[in-house]
């Protein structure tokens, strides 16, 4: 059984680039969370600096 070119392309189009898609989505989130959580740690400090 040989596998033509075309269909290789179709694999890699078809799979391949939509979970690089979706593991990308997730590192962005993940770095979002990362984020949002220094910022909240740094507001927490800033109430207490007016006492």
Not at 14 to 34: N, T, Y
């Amino acid at each position: 059984m040989k596998i033509s070119a075309g269909l290789i392309i179709a694999i890699i189009l078809g799979v391949l680039v939509p979970a690089l898609l979706a593991l990308g989505s997730v590192v962005l989130l993940v770095v979002k969370i990362i984020e949002r959580k220094k910022e909240k740690k740094k507001e927490d400090w800033d109430k207490y600096k007016n006492y």
